[in-house]
């Protein structure tokens, strides 16, 4: 030990160049995860009372959203899809707040402070629309308004083949369709809101999205050698797009809506099907620079967060917010070739019913304005 103690206290830092390559290591290491990490979330504005509904909140950034707007206040309703995964994403998160929220020697009304979080789950499948009905009509039986809307869950790198039971393909009614047929369904409780808000998860991956103008759901003959990642890509384009149509369809309203990216996010379960990421020396080989490069989940969370909380957002709707939490000048060039007919196909679904789509032959049901043209 004595010998190690006098070794450091001999040592001249100024006689090599490792310790100045070491500390300019570091500092460019901190500087790039700083970067990367993104902006918190500007303002820690409380949301007392208001009710918040967050799709795939038992896991990745849906949890930290939840936990967030939880931590501020908020009524928080998870949909899951497993009830399982959203209990004990619920049990966690009060458990975590509770732990925060110091003893209050005055209150006996609840011996534990946990139970002072409002967090509860509810089911709901977005590869089956009439599971989105069934959550959208048990919320409005049971909550007298709906003030923010996260549109959090989604998928990437699902089996473009095998559609869903309603006959779309998986990343279309997953990221868009379920979502859009939520938000319409829940529309008229949003509306009850005194600021009701709805929050769109897109991606960056939007910018290279493929949309044939004339078939914006991409249900058309070349659709079926869809690649997942295309499909991803295609579906959060649609959510880019809709989100401006639907902002100007709710002008006069009290409801914004707007979209965001979280940014390449790690640490969540997003890339569970993607055939790379399964391999386990790929997952320790790319770890440093996932490490180094991605935000983590909380981080990836504070563009939805500031979106559901900002006061200063109020009148803001039709945005698309990037992955530093600012408006986005909406001039990226995917997005801007979109007309506002696009636009409204969309959002106007047409019958998925098309000579290359074979068997396919999805239906939304004609009860909200997602209906046929
Ligand atoms: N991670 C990234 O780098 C990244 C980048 C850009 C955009 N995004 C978007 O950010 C959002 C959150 O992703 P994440 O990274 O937090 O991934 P995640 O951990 O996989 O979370 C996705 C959530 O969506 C839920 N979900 C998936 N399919 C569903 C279905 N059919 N019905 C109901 N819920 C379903 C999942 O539920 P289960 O747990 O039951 O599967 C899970 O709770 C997604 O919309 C994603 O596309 C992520």
Redo the contacts with the bound molecule.
């Keep these: 030990m004595e010998r190690v103690l006098s070794m450091f206290e001999r040592a001249d830092p100024f006689s090599t160049w490792w310790p100045t390559i070491a500390a300019l290591l570091v500092g460019l290491v901190i500087t790039v995860r700083t970067i990367m990490s993104g902006q918190r979330c500007p303002n820690d504005n409380q949301i007392k009372e208001q009710i918040v509904v967050v799709?795939?909140?038992?896991?990745?950034?849906?949890f930290e959203i939840a936990k967030a707007l939880a931590a501020r206040g908020g009524r928080i309703i998870l949909?899951?899809?497993?009830l399982t995964?959203g209990e004990r994403a619920a049990a966690i998160i009060k458990r975590e707040l509770g732990c925060r929220t110091p003893l209050d020697p005055n209150d006996s009304s609840s011996a534990n402070p946990a139970e002072r979080y409002f967090v509860e789950v509810r089911q709901?499948?977005?590869?089956s629309l009439s599971s989105v009905q069934q959550f959208a009509a048990q919320l409005m039986s049971e909550f007298e308004r709906i003030d923010v809307l996260v549109n959090?869950?989604?998928?990437?790198f699902g089996n473009t083949q095998v559609p869903t039971g309603d006959g779309f393909e998986q990343h279309l009614q997953?990221?868009y369709l379920?979502p859009l047929l939520l938000t319409q369904l829940l529309l008229p409780h949003l509306e009850r809101s005194e600021q009701g808000r709805i929050i769109f998860?897109?991606?960056?991956?939007h910018q290279a999205a493929k949309m044939d103008f004339d078939d914006p759901l991409n249900v058309g003959s070349w659709a079926v050698k869809f690649h997942a990642r295309d499909a991803?890509a295609h579906s959060?384009l649609a959510l880019v797009l809709a989100t401006r149509w639907l902002a100007k369809e709710l002008t006069g309203t009290t409801v914004t809506v707007n979209c965001c990216?979280?940014?390449?996010?790690?640490g969540?379960?997003?890339?569970?099907h993607s055939p790379l990421m399964s391999a386990f020396c790929v997952k320790v080989i790319t770890y440093p620079w996932m490490w180094l490069f991605?935000k983590n989940?909380y981080e990836?969370a504070q563009t939805a967060i500031r979106l559901a909380t900002d006061p200063q957002l109020k009148q803001v709707s039709g945005e698309y917010f990037n992955r530093q939490g600012g408006v986005h000048n909406g001039q990226d060039t995917a997005t801007a070739t979109a007309t506002a007919a696009a636009a409204r196909k969309l959002i106007y679904v047409p019958h998925a019913q098309s000579p290359g789509w074979g068997s396919l032959t999805g239906d939304l049901g004609s009860n909200v304005y997602l209906h046929l043209v």
Excluded: E, I, Q
């Excluded at 949909?79 to 497993?82: E, P, S, T």
């Excluded at 969540?268 to 569970?272: A, G, K, N, W």
């Design positions: 799709t795939g909140g038992n896991s990745g950034m849906g949909a899951c899809r497993n995964a709901l499948d977005l590869c959090n869950a989604g998928m990437v997953v990221n379920a998860t897109s991606a960056h991956a991803f959060k990216t979280p940014g390449l996010v790690r969540t379960r997003h890339l569970r991605m989940a990836g």
